[in-house]
T-cell receptor
Framework: NAGVMQNPRHLVRRRGQEARLRCSPM?????VYWYRQLPEEGLKFMVY????????ESGMPKERFSAEFPKEGPSILRIQQVVRGDSAAYFC????????????FGQGTRLTVV | GENVEQHPSTLSVQEGDSAVIKCTYS??????FPWYKQELGKRPQLIID?????GEKKDQRIAVTLNKTAKHFSLHITETQPEDSAVYFC???????????FGSGTQLTVLP
């Protein structure tokens, strides 16, 4: 079991470009969560997805951000027209059910907007 | 929504001493309280958790205590070692939410 896989590990984008972050959950896990971590801060919830469904996107900005978890393939967090304030580490976690059991985090994608 | 406060933000202890980190939460229906350790540049990793029907849980040098009445829970690390140095996050799963709300983190430094 390879664990939660995120790619890329590091991503550099110029202002105005699009960023695509990928997350493959652990085998057997159907629940995926995206969190954002600003430098020296805690983890802030963004979105919770199950296969083909967005369950809770209350933490995700209404504009420029979107997420999906298709029937086949990884979950994708998409940030359009990136700005400097989007620079952060984006972590994905997966669990076999909701987060009242251990949630496993991926290594994160560190996005830098220049 | 759930409000989680974590103290202190930084903590330095001598090797061998104990370290205590405390978190408070707002939703009395919260039922799951994990602690995560994050080393620099790495992923958060679960180190211990406790559920609302238990008051204390211990795993070797690490323990967590929960006071439901006061709505706070604490992480205790005994006989600290330099490799315990990291950022520690508490988290809460509230009754109505389906995802964890994290505290702001505590930078623990164990001095040799």
């Amino acid at each position: 079991n390879a664990g939660v896989m995120q790619n890329p590990r590091h991503l550099v984008r110029r202002r105005g470009q699009e960023a695509r972050l990928r997350c493959s959950p652990m085998k057997g896990h159907s629940h995926v969560y995206w969190y954002r971590q600003l430098p020296e801060e805690g983890l802030k919830f963004m979105v919770y997805l199950q296969k083909e469904n967005i369950i809770d996107e209350s933490g995700m900005p209404k504009e420029r951000f979107s997420a999906e978890f298709p029937k086949e393939g990884p979950s994708i967090l998409r940030i359009q027209q990136v700005v400097r304030g989007d620079s952060a580490a984006y972590f994905c976690a997966s669990s076999p059910q909701n987060m009242n059991t251990e949630a496993f985090f991926g290594q994160g994608t560190r996005l830098t907007v220049v | 929504g759930e409000n989680v406060e974590q103290h202190p933000s930084t903590l330095s202890v001598q090797e061998g001493d104990s370290a205590v980190i405390k978190c408070t939460y707002s939703d009395s229906a919260s039922n799951y309280f994990p602690w995560y350790k994050q080393e620099l540049g790495k992923r958060p990793q679960l180190i211990i958790d406790i559920r609302s029907n238990v008051g204390e849980k211990k795993d070797q040098r690490i323990a967590v205590t929960l006071n439901k009445t006061a709505k706070h829970f604490s992480l205790h690390i005994t006989e600290t070692q330099p490799e315990d140095s990291a950022v520690y996050f508490c988290a809460v799963l509230s009754g109505s939410a389906r995802q964890l709300t994290f505290g702001s983190g505590t930078q623990l430094t164990v001095l040799p």
